[in-house]
């Protein structure tokens, strides 16, 4: 697992494994990046489903609860596809830009 940290947030990714793995993996490591917004990349993943999107629900959901941001970043299941609770876009960037207005909502109490 890979970690990118660029200020209050970090970019996680793995290459060559299964969504179950990165998942395990991801949960194992979420205590030491528990206090920084964090955007999933799952571009390594040849084929997603919005059932592989559900499997970060309870994730994300503690995350979120926690006053952070939580972004999956995959172009295999579109924003339409996703269940409403978890943000997905196509890009980093957009992730990115994502986790910049949610910061801007929270300072501002909305």
Same mark, same amino acid.
């Given at each position: 697992?890979?970690?990118?940290?660029? &200020?209050? @947030? @970090?970019?996680?990714?793995?290459? *060559?494994?299964?969504?179950?793995?990165?998942? &395990?993996?991801? @949960? $194992?490591? =979420?205590?030491? !990046?528990?206090?920084?917004?964090?955007?999933?990349?799952? /571009?390594? /993943?040849?084929?997603?489903?919005? &059932?592989?999107?559900?499997?970060? %629900?309870?994730?994300?959901? *503690?995350? $979120?609860?926690?006053? +952070?941001? %939580?972004?999956?970043? @995959?172009? *295999?299941?579109? =924003?339409?596809?996703? #269940?409403?609770? !978890?943000?997905?876009? #196509?890009?980093?960037?957009?992730? +990115?830009?994502?986790?910049?207005?949610?910061?801007?909502?929270?300072?501002? &109490? !909305?």
């Amino acid at each position: 697992m890979i970690f990118n940290k660029e &200020g209050t @947030t @970090t970019i996680v990714f793995q290459e *060559k494994t299964s969504i179950a793995t990165f998942l &395990g993996n991801l @949960t $194992k490591a =979420y205590p030491k !990046i528990k206090h920084d917004n964090i955007i999933v990349n799952l /571009f390594s /993943f040849s084929k997603l489903t919005a &059932g592989d999107i559900l499997e970060f %629900f309870e994730i994300s959901n *503690k995350h $979120k609860a926690a006053n +952070k941001s %939580f972004v999956l970043v @995959t172009s *295999k299941v579109s =924003y339409d596809e996703a #269940p409403e609770e !978890i943000n997905v876009v #196509p890009t980093i960037q957009e992730a +990115k830009d994502l986790i910049e207005m949610e910061e801007i909502e929270r300072d501002l &109490g !909305i």
